[in-house]
């Protein structure tokens, strides 16, 4: 069956790579018709966290004038001002370091990175500023900051491009990590990570920037705010567990069609949350259909699946 599964989402992935049509089971789930782009999904969100907090800016590189790389932070530059939306030089370990030291002071920075892979440049500020200093304060000290950005493999780019950081975040005490894959999980993540009084990775995907998905009429309040911690199931099945996270849900989602043309009832799980992982979400499923395949991009040695399989 396991062979099977993966079999199926191999031949999917490369379809879906060749432009596949994912709109007939994106919409599983969803009561709505109305769709919103994961792009805008961020948009908004940010935008509307900015208006209901004058703590909360946004730093990074081409995030004011350019709008944003992948215009994500299209037009805060002109709502907010050059005192909210800071573009920096190209130096992710100097804003990074800055956004910490802003967060410590009580401010509530987004900093955005370009891709995570140039986020290497700034693990020292993450993991040994951001993520220990409420512990080694003994609570005194709280760091409530977003480093958001494009995590894992694009199109056409090189290998020092093309890594996801999942893993190696998910195992920081101190940091929570989120990953979303839809609209929904873009918005009611960001807008939790911003509200956190810890330090948050939010590693979003490049190739879902562009992509629309329905959404539900109360995910468009400025209110909506998903839990950190849980999971989601997006398919219910019966015979064999599909867990995921980002853009690889939609690669099981496509794989649960095949299998039940075959006689397969697979259930999918998108975790939303790596750390901390919704542990309870997945024995619940497994409870259920007693198989399970762990689907990720990241490297096949320590991954997020090691935590769960």
Known sequence: LATMAATAMSRLANTLARGGNWQRHLQRGYASQTEMTVRDALNSALAEEMRKDDKVFVMGEEVGEYQGAYKITR????????????????TEAGFTGVGVGAAFSGLKPVIEFMTFNFAMQALDQIINSAAKTLYMSAGQISCPIVFRGPNGAAAGVGAQHSQCFAALYSACPGLKVLSPYDAEDSRGLLKAAIRDSDPVVFLENELLYGQSFPVADEMLGDDFVLPIGKAKVMREGSDVTLVAFSKMVGYCLEAAEVLATKGISAEVINLRTLRPLDRDAIAKSIAKTNRIVSVEEGWPQCGVGAEIT
């Open 75 to 90: 037009n805060l530059l002109q709502e907010f001002g050059e005192k909210r939306v800071y573009d920096t030089p190209i």
